[in-house]
């Protein structure tokens, strides 16, 4: 029960005059009886707020940055209208900043039997499930003095999925995929390692290249063409581990990662390699495995979508043992994690003999922008320690990619913005070279 600003007012109205003309009990009793009567009538008329019946339909899943509709189903069973305000809770992450009261809040009025339908619209701002609150009801007489309040719990999870900014690359990617498969018409013809057909020699072609067998039982000269490995198994290894927290613009190490992670498993599905993913820091936190070129985006975005830093040592040991695990048979790793250099020396180097000898090895690292700003500022004694800062780190990173560069790993190191096309090049130039 609640009072509502009108009976406040009317209240107010009342003690004018009778401080003026009448002060005392009797005055008071002459104005305040009247009302209470009609708030007692008000809320006597008021449609009860536990007998309605709610049920939520809608989006159950939203990309990070794009808005989720949820509708909720408010039923009136009783025989009194009902007029009410009522507040559907979420997280506040749920909503942009200073728009969560204009979008959880609604004005209804529900005729007695029947039902409407409210329509709350969520735009999140983090990835990860947002779990519905309570479903506040305020319920008005036709005299808006007094009201009814209620909640009711109605469950409902929008899973916010990453928002997979690098797609846009996709179609570049792809067409340089079909380059390599020799699909195109293009100046030089695909490369790869794997026979795909023969066919009639023409002047140019690389002598090297001719069967010689397949020659003798003809009478034209055949020539092999190549195409690029397929059906290759690719291991994507997401560090999950406290430095994969460490923001980077507006978000997180991870987030990047994640981003550049799926722009590569787009690519190698449609050349027809397998993909897995692994997210570890000390356990395993998301495992997908042996799904279809068709299934596996989609399993991907929703592993990743709960995914969080933890702010724990990656144990390498451990991690290199669960991805061995993992990719029994020779793969490409890709691993997501840091460059920075005492992560990668004491715990990465000692372990990575054990992946290098068994699989081709890829480690992807989000640079900072802001430390390649630094070190170009000048002007102050302040910029110029900055600048030696940044120097310094950036020095400690081309030296620790030189290191695993001398143990056979191709490194890539790259801004948010830079490291998914870059990482896709890399697989690309990797196919090309018959390294996988």
Excluded at 359 to 370: F, G, K, N, Q, W
């Amino acid at each position: 029960m609640a009072l509502t600003g009108r009976a406040a007012l009317l209240a107010a109205l009342g003690s004018l005059p009778v401080g003026i003309w009448d002060p005392g009990w009797t005055g008071i009793l002459a104005v305040n009886a009247p009302l209470a009567v009609a708030c007692a009538c008000d809320f006597a008329l008021a449609a009860p707020v536990r007998r309605l019946g709610l049920t939520r339909s809608g989006d159950t899943s939203v990309r990070l940055g794009d808005t989720a509709d949820v509708t909720l189903t408010i039923t009136n069973p009783t025989r009194r209208p009902l007029r009410a305000h009522l507040r559907d809770a979420w997280p506040p992450s749920t909503w942009l900043p200073g728009t969560e009261v204009a979008a959880s809040r609604h004005r209804l009025t529900v005729p007695a039997g029947e039902r409407r339908r409210v329509t709350t619209r969520l735009r999140p701002t983090r990835r990860g499930d947002r779990q519905s609150d309570r479903v506040t009801i305020r319920s008005y007489g036709p005299l808006g003095l007094l009201s009814r309040q209620g909640t009711h719990t109605v469950p409902w999870t929008v899973r916010v999925l990453p928002p997979f900014t690098s797609r846009k690359h996709l179609p570049s990617k792809l067409a340089r995929l079909r380059e390599l498969d020799g699909r195109t018409s293009v100046l030089t013809r695909g490369e790869g390692t794997e026979f795909d057909s023969l066919r009639e020699y023409v002047p140019g072609d690389d002598t090297r290249s001719i069967d010689w067998r397949a020659t003798a039982r003809q009478t034209t000269v055949a020539v092999r063409t190549w195409r690029p490995e397929r059906d290759r198994h690719i291991l994507l290894v997401l560090d999950t581990g406290r430095t994969s927290a460490g923001r980077v613009g507006d978000a997180p190490r991870l987030d990047a990662s994640m981003d550049a992670a799926l722009l590569l498993a787009a690519l190698a599905s449609r050349a027809g390699d397998r993909v897995d993913l692994l997210a570890y820091d000390r356990r395993v936190r998301a495992l997908v495995q042996g799904r279809t070129a068709g299934d596996v985006l989609p399993s991907l975005v929703n592993a990743m979508a709960t995914l969080e830093p933890e702010l724990v040592e990656t144990d390498a040991r451990s991690l290199t043992a669960t991805a061995l695990r993992s990719a029994p048979r020779r793969s490409l790793i890709v691993l997501l994690t840091t460059l920075d250099a005492a992560p990668v020396e004491e715990g990465l180097l000692p372990v990575l003999s054990q992946l290098t000898q068994r699989h081709t090895i890829l480690l992807a690292s989000v640079a900072d922008p802001h430390i390649a700003g630094m070190a170009t500022a000048r002007g102050n004694t302040e910029s110029v320690y900055e600048a030696a800062a940044a120097a310094q780190a950036q020095a400690e990173r081309h030296r620790t990619a030189e290191q695993l560069r001398r143990h056979g790993v191709t490194v890539v190191d790259a801004t948010p913005d830079d490291l998914a096309p870059a990482l896709a090049d890399a697989y690309l130039a990797l196919k090309a070279a018959g390294r996988l």
